[in-house]
């Protein structure tokens, strides 16, 4: 029998929500996407949040919010859930942060109707099948989450149904199975589940989610499946993994152990979906008896050099091992640093004390439960002259390796690393290991440009405003972030190609799931900051861990393949003023994957250098290119025109086209710097190409 997989209606109870908890407006109540900027009124962020602060968590005052931004929406895509996702932690995070003191507090569903009353949402629509932006595979450690995003409205409830326009019975779209129920069973492909409703002596009833999973058996339609598995950092917390759609297959009813009657329900994995809950018990396998992890080289890459192993992998040739180098945990300088100047704590430090370090952090520990809260100029750590130090909250990226890493061979990009373990959003994962070059070692032949080489000298944190909580979601006027820019006394680059850590295998990504942090250890004029690695989003277990080489003094070839994937990643001085737009598609493009050549016509004539040369000096001046169209620039320099005039004039008419120029923006480039080389006025086209906003960096 047909049915409608979008005309549908709401059918799911709103269940009952600890006490304290404001009930969430019904999923189809702002169905339509708003955008504007409004104002708010604003308090300051004191030191000592106020009880404003946290009983506005308790409310559900719709609250004005001073930046465009993207609300309820009924259709969602990946950087909708993305967004949605990183807004909802953010704010957990900040809430944890400042109600730590508060006893048997729920900052994720504080954060959840905060939210839900602000229209930070999307995939409003029940649907049947697949949820727009979400991967099989995809994690989220707090069921409010998947309601946010679309995947499984109820909150407490396992079973999500709806009821079709064309038909008063009630269909089952989602499922949650935590293993609740005595009898829940599942081998990756099969799944076991029983009925809700009840108790251990009271039967459960055909109706709500039981009913539509029994309609959804004779319909046949799609169920998704959410897998809770037990989170290893936090035994007694789950993290939901979805694991793709499913199909009822039977049903019966069985005895419960106290001999109530239960219904229960056999799924079966449809075919051809990438594989998810199977590799969490191949993980498990592996962590019993190593050995038995296909394509294994070494166990352990560091040597003992770390607490955990990090085992080595390649399933994909024959290659048995990356270039040579030292490994080394942290920095190694080439002259002697000072001391640095700790704080005179003992045990613990605590916010809103005399602390020195909590001083310079701005008030505010900069972890809750061991994460970072935001992205700042730098984060400050108590160090080892601390009196705190080891046994201190504030030193959580001192302490080693705590994830069970792997590097592994990928197809198209050399060595990279991945995580067995989930990995949580804020989470530490390693530190950029590494020789510390200072400015005598520029001078005397040291190779600052390699692909090893990490520059954050003049570069910025390109994420704070995506990962960053909407402080006037909470009535706060600003971040709790009071640092000014960090001016570091010395360059801050590092180089990991002689001796360095796991960190030298991450490989850059356009969408990237990593970001970096300066982080300083105690406080001296001298002091060098330290670049720390944290998870930008929920990482499920194998996925790659990447981060943006861009914003960290590289440019290199782009082989990531994501959908934002620009080809070439361009060093962050190339567009320093460039705020947060860019051009939909990239001006210059080389398609990923494919080598860098001209016509072989070419390659045998003289014209062959002098083509190539102004290939690459194209390249060097996309930033300048980008400005041109972007900003209305009514100047290119001399090296980028004389780039493009020799590509359009003498070496190949459709060499701008092949670089992923329209033909009119080459022929706008083309004639303005025909017309600068000649001296004349140059006047702008009325009908320039024009810019899309995008997020910077995505």
């Excluded at 069921?143 to 269909?171: F, Q, W």
Aim: glycine share 8%; proline share 6%.
């Amino acid at each position: 029998m047909d049915f409608d997989k979008l005309e549908v209606v709401d059918a799911t109870p709103l269940r009952s929500l600890p006490p304290g908890i404001t009930p969430f407006p019904p999923p189809t109540s702002n169905p339509t996407p708003v955008k504007g900027k409004v104002s708010v009124s604003k308090r300051k962020n004191s030191k000592t949040p106020s009880s404003k602060t946290t009983s506005s968590a308790k409310s559900n005052k719709k609250i004005k919010i001073s930046e465009e931004v993207r609300l309820s929406s009924l259709e969602g895509d990946s950087a909708s859930v993305s967004g949605v996702l990183m807004k909802f932690d953010a704010l957990r995070r900040r809430l944890l942060q400042i109600g730590n003191d508060e006893p048997n507090q729920r900052p994720d569903l504080k954060a959840g109707t905060i939210m839900m009353s602000n229209g930070f949402r999307t995939n409003t629509r029940k649907r049947i099948g697949g949820v727009p932006g979400i991967g099989v595979g995809d994690i989220f450690y707090f069921r409010i989450e998947t309601c946010l995003v679309g995947l499984h409205t109820p909150i407490m409830a396992g079973i999500d149904y709806l009821v079709s326009k064309n038909a008063e019975e009630p269909l089952a779209v989602s499922i949650v199975s935590s293993g609740g129920y005595e009898d829940d069973v599942g081998d990756g492909k099969v799944l076991i589940y029983t009925g809700q409703g009840g108790n251990v002596s009271t039967d459960q009833k055909l109706e709500r989610g039981n009913l539509a999973l029994e309609k959804s058996l004779h319909r046949g339609n799609e169920v998704r499946v959410i897998r809770g598995v037990k989170d290893i950092e936090n035994p007694n917390c789950k993290v939901y993994m979805y694991d793709g759609l499913y199909k009822i297959q039977e049903s019966w009813t069985d005895k419960s152990k106290m001999g109530a009657a239960v219904f229960k329900y056999k799924l079966v994995r449809i075919p051809g979906q990438r594989e998810a809950f199977t590799i969490w018990k191949s993980i498990q396998t592996w962590r019993n008896n190593i050995s038995s992890r296909p394509g294994l080289i070494l166990q352990d890459i560091t040597s003992g050099a770390e607490k955990i192993p990090v085992s080595l992998v390649n399933e994909v040739d024959g290659l048995t091992k990356p270039p040579q180098f030292v490994y080394v945990t942290g920095l190694k300088h080439s002259r002697t640093t000072e001391s640095s100047i700790g704080c005179s704590c003992q045990g613990t430090c605590v916010p809103n004390s005399d602390c020195s370090c909590i001083r310079a952090n701005g008030g505010d520990t900069p972890y809750a439960n061991g994460v970072l809260v935001i992205q700042k100029s730098v984060v400050h750590e108590c160090g080892p002259s601390c009196s705190c130090y080891p046994d201190c909250s504030n030193q959580v990226s001192q302490n080693g390796l705590k994830l069970r890493l792997e590097v592994f061979k990928t197809k198209d990009k050399g060595w990279g690393l991945r995580s067995w373990d989930p990995i949580r959003a804020g989470t530490f994962i390693c530190e950029y290991a590494g020789e510390v070059i200072g400015k005598d070692d520029r001078g005397g032949g040291a190779n600052v440009d390699d692909e090893y080489t990490f520059n954050a000298t003049n570069t910025e944190n390109y994420y704070s405003n995506e990962w960053n909580y909407v402080p006037e979601l909470i009535e706060e006027e600003r971040h709790m972030d009071s640092n000014e820019k960090f001016k570091p006394s010395s360059p801050i680059m590092i180089s990991a190609k002689k001796m360095g850590n796991v960190s030298r295998f991450m490989n850059h990504s356009c969408s990237p799931n990593v970001l970096w942090q300066l982080v300083m250890h105690g406080k001296s004029k001298d002091s060098f900051p330290h670049i720390m690695f944290y998870a930008l989003k929920h990482i499920p277990p194998m996925t790659e861990l990447t981060y943006n080489y861009e914003n960290c003094g590289l440019k290199k070839r782009c082989f990531c393949g994501s959908s934002n994937c620009r080809s070439y990643f361009v060093a962050l001085s190339a567009m320093d003023n460039i705020s947060t737009t860019a051009l939909a598609r990239p001006l210059v493009h080389v398609p990923a994957g494919s080598p860098i050549s001209l016509p072989a016509r070419l390659q045998s004539t003289g014209s062959y250098s002098e083509c190539w040369d102004s290939l690459v000096e194209l390249q060097a001046c996309t930033g300048e290119v980008m400005l041109f169209f972007l900003n209305g620039e009514t100047h290119l320099g001399n090296s980028c025109c004389r780039a493009i005039l020799v590509i359009q004039n003498s070496c190949w008419p459709a060499m701008l086209g092949s670089l992923g120029f329209t033909q009119e923006e080459g022929d706008i480039l083309h004639g303005y710097c025909d017309a600068s080389a000649n001296g004349n006025d140059v006047v702008r086209s009325p009908s320039l190409p024009s810019a899309v906003p995008i997020v910077k960096g995505a």
